[in-house]
């Protein structure tokens, strides 16, 4: 009897010896939820979230960027210096290898470059690279990246860029099983369900202090929400704002979409000028950033341009919401009960028909009739990137990953771009003008130009700068990046 | 029975193909691949070099001679999303589908047959009212909302279960509970109404005057004779399950299944990935067609086969 007793309360410290030993290795996997799943695990082909969210882990960049959003050296030793305004020059890491063994090296760099713009290679994202001519090896640690014309945001592209194996990549293999330089490897990929990293033992940088990460696709809001609340899921992105009270915890940062309306300064409806800085004051931002988002989203401060990006415009003021001034900029105009066609789509970006009609609202409060088109999203494209059919008023979310205003510029500003909508011959000069404009200063001054002619004139509706919620559990621990990047070697669990 | 079977295939096939094409002139229709799938930053050129690369750059009808050459091959080409054979995509997903089928219609037909049958010994009585009611209940439930509500009670409140995502046994009770039981309700309910009709009948009467008892009545007879019309909803449970109720059920819970992947292939635009399903959904819902005209012959050996 007396054995038994001994035996058991034996075992009883055991466990209580153990216990706390066993919650410290559980401490040490996580499980993030994204909401599809990767459609290759190759770095270079598609422009596709799913596959960044894990790739982010696996591989790296030359340059990196602080949680903040600052430019900083990823496998490049220091930032690039600049030969001539076609060539930059990159040092490179020592003593880095990629998981399958290769070395990473100049042969690496020039052998990413090649391949991601190989046009047989038909890259998604070469609106990314478009720029880039080549990449020459200097010596093993020393790259020279060729552009075709001058590009200052060149070092910005090269964040983007992620380096992979020279030899392994031309593998068929490759797209299954990656092999890169980063905190992380692949351990397991098993379709449809999941896939699980591993700490990779031989890092160069800083040992990450999870040592399994396990990414699992989600698509359904609420089922992500439900897996965050039972303990399931230790991070989830796209947290609604009105479901942030009921998690654990969550956190928020600025984020790169910022939601617009575009209009055409050649549509009668929309051609007056007064017209144009009616809708535009017509419209309480703040109370559609409290009402809709919960707040997390922030109004624009008179323009596009993402407030991280280079060539964000401190200067400008917010436009004012004055319904006053607009009824009677309305009213000058004789543009009273006329109708201004909105084109919108719904379920692409978060809660976009209740802001497209929120904003036809108080267009209506203004004066103008409004004629809402939520077209199905291929129609919506269809008329989005019409060059020769502007709609008078297009909704559009635009996203700036690279963090710099030749995004917006291209995308909004400048005639004949994307999805813009005026005839300014200014901005038909300026915006090719500082895509190639290698002095920092100048380049900042086009834009600001730019910035402010477009903000004078009333060429666009900015709306308002979203921000990233994420959902976490209670023993999570992480700041969220102005990049969306998912780094899990940045997170921390506590328990 | 053999001809029949071939006869049936034969219309099968027409079936199959109409549906098919269908679908192949209904895709191209709607949305644009190339603008939904790249971002909206892409430009012109690679939105060329996409359509090119998928041959979407061609003439319909040449496209349309392509694809049904590529049908006699099952090759539906490759997924846009997915980037590898849209039928190898749903081989992996298609097994999963038909395990939560088999699992929630397994269920189902548990509780409707017993259910049913003791609802219709005493219609009106305190069983019946029971059942009825929850049957009702079971029948007005959204699945969306019903596969949402067992999360949050059996995941997230008790944490006895999984909340989504596929893996052991304990993946399949949530998912598979909520395909089951609206079918239940509607399968119940028509086992009542059958089984009231079957013991209203004379020959039960004579069964019971020549000394049977009720039990042998009920199930050697009512019931069985019953089982005709809860076949044929049985085999439409499968189709709509198949063609429908597993999209939602899959998607609230994270199933990795054909229903999920046809969400993806709509949002994605991929069109050729979702030509494969809905071609392999087509083969399936036929199939089950000849299969539930066979049992129907074995359970009544009355019914002609023409």
């Known amino acids: 009897m007396n054995s038994i007793t001994k035996l058991l309360s034996r075992a009883a410290l055991a466990a209580m010896v153990a216990l706390p030993a066993m919650t410290a290795a559980q401490a040490a996997e996580i499980t993030i ?18 596959e960044r969210a894990i790739n982010d882990n696996i591989y790296e960049t030359l340059l990196a960027r602080t949680p903040a959003g600052e430019l900083v050296p990823g496998l490049a030793e220091a930032l690039p210096t600049q030969v001539d305004p076609l060539t930059w020059e990159f040092k490179l890491r020592p003593n880095i290898k990629f998981t399958n063994g290769e070395a990473f090296n100049a042969d690496a760099v020039v052998k990413s470059v090649a391949r991601i713009i190989d046009p047989n290679f038909a890259s998604e994202q070469m609106s990314y690279f478009g720029t880039i001519a080549k990449a020459e090896k200097v010596d093993d ?47 397991t990929w098993t379709r449809g369900q999941e896939v699980v990293l591993e700490k990779n033992p031989d890092y160069w940088g800083d040992a990450p202090s999870i040592d399994t990460v396990r990414f699992r696709f989600i698509g359904e809001s609420g089922t992500r929400m439900a897996g965050l609340m039972a303990g399931e899921l230790d991070v989830i992105t796209n947290l609604l704002p009105e479901f942030v009270e009921s998690v654990p915890k969550s956190a928020a940062v600025q984020g790169v979409e910022t939601s617009v309306i575009i209009l055409s300064t050649e549509n009668e409806a929309t051609k ?39 060539g964000f415009n401190t200067a400008l003021q917010p436009y004012p919401y004055d319904p006053e001034q607009a009824k009677a900029l309305i009213k000058e105009a004789g543009a009273e009960g006329k109708t201004v066609t909105l084109v919108g789509e719904a379920g692409r970006w978060l809660k976009d028909r209740e802001l497209i009609e929120a904003v036809g609202n108080y267009w209506e409060e203004a004066g103008v009739k409004v004629d809402y088109r939520i077209e199905e999203f291929g129609e919506y494209l269809n008329q989005l990137f019409d060059r020769k059919k502007r709609p008078d008023a297009v909704f559009v979310v635009n996203s700036n990953e690279l963090l710099d205003a030749d995004r917006e510029m291209s995308f909004a500003y400048m005639p004949n771009g994307t999805a813009s909508s005026n005839n300014d011959p200014d901005l038909a000069a300026w915006v090719p003008a500082a895509r190639v404009e290698t002095d920092v200063e100048k380049r900042k001054g086009i834009y600001a130009q730019a910035t402010q002619k477009a903000h004078d004139h009333y060429y666009l509706v900015p709306l308002l700068n979203m921000q990233d919620v994420y959902g976490f559990s209670a023993r999570l621990e992480w700041q969220p990046r102005v990049d969306a990047k998912l780094l899990a070697k940045e997170m921390k669990v506590t328990e | 029975m053999g001809l029949f079977i071939l006869r049936r295939l034969f219309q099968g096939f027409l079936v199959v193909l109409g549906v098919t094409l269908v679908v192949f002139v209904a895709t191209r229709m709607v949305g644009d691949p190339a603008q939904v799938m790249l971002p909206l930053s892409a430009t012109a050129e690679q939105r060329a070099a996409f359509e090119h690369k998928f041959g979407l750059d061609r003439p319909m009808a040449e496209q349309f001679v392509d694809f049904i050459g590529d049908l006699a091959t099952f090759d539906f080409g490759e997924s846009m999303w997915q980037r590898r054979p849209a039928m190898d995509v749903i081989a992996g997903r298609l097994p999963n589908t038909l395990k939560l089928i088999a699992a929630g219609l397994g269920l189902a037909i548990v509780l409707a047959l017993p259910l049913g049958a003791l609802a219709a010994i005493r219609p009106g009585g305190f069983a019946d009212r029971i059942t009825v009611f929850l049957g009702l209940f079971g029948l007005s439930l959204p699945q969306f909302w019903l596969g949402l509500l067992l999360i949050m009670v059996f995941a997230v409140t008790f944490k006895v279960l999984p909340t989504s995502g596929y893996g052991g046994w304990t993946h399949f009770i949530l998912p598979a509970v909520t395909l089951a039981l609206p079918a239940a309700a509607r399968l119940m309910m028509l086992v009542r109404s059958s089984v009231i009709d079957e013991l209203n009948q ?105």
Request: no cysteine; charged share 20%.
């Open chain 1, 33 to 50: 939820a994204v909401g599809s799943e990767a459609s290759t695990l190759d770095p270079q082909k598609r422009d596709d979230g799913g």
């Open chain 1, 141 to 187: 640690l020393t790259v020279r990246v060729v552009t075709t014309g001058p590009d200052p945001i060149l070092p910005s592209r090269m964040y983007w860029m992620k380096m992979v194996p020279a030899t392994y990549s031309d593998d068929p293999a490759f797209q299954t099983e990656p092999a890169g330089t980063g905190p992380y490897k692949l351990s």
């Open chain 1, 272 to 310: 007056d000028e007064r017209v144009r800085k009616a809708l535009n004051l017509a419209i309480d931002r703040q109370a559609l950033a409290d009402s809709l988002y919960s707040g997390f989203a922030l109004p624009t401060k008179g323009q596009l341009v993402n407030p991280r990006a280079f």
């Open chain 2, 202 to 306: 004379q020959y039960v009467r004579t069964a019971r005057a020549k000394g049977l008892r009720f039990p042998q009545v009920l199930f050697g007879h009512a019931l069985r004779n019953a089982l005709v019309p809860f076949i044929t909803l049985a085999g439409w449970e499968f189709i709509s399950a198949l063609a429908g109720y597993t999209v939602v059920v899959e998607t609230v819970f994270a199933w990795p299944g054909l229903g999920l992947t046809a969400m993806q292939a709509i949002k994605f635009s991929d069109l050729f990935l979702l030509q494969a399903i809905v071609f392999t959904v087509a083969i399936g819902i036929v199939l089950v067609n000849i299969v539930l005209d066979v049992i129907y012959k074995l359970i009544d050996p009355r019914i002609k086969l023409a």
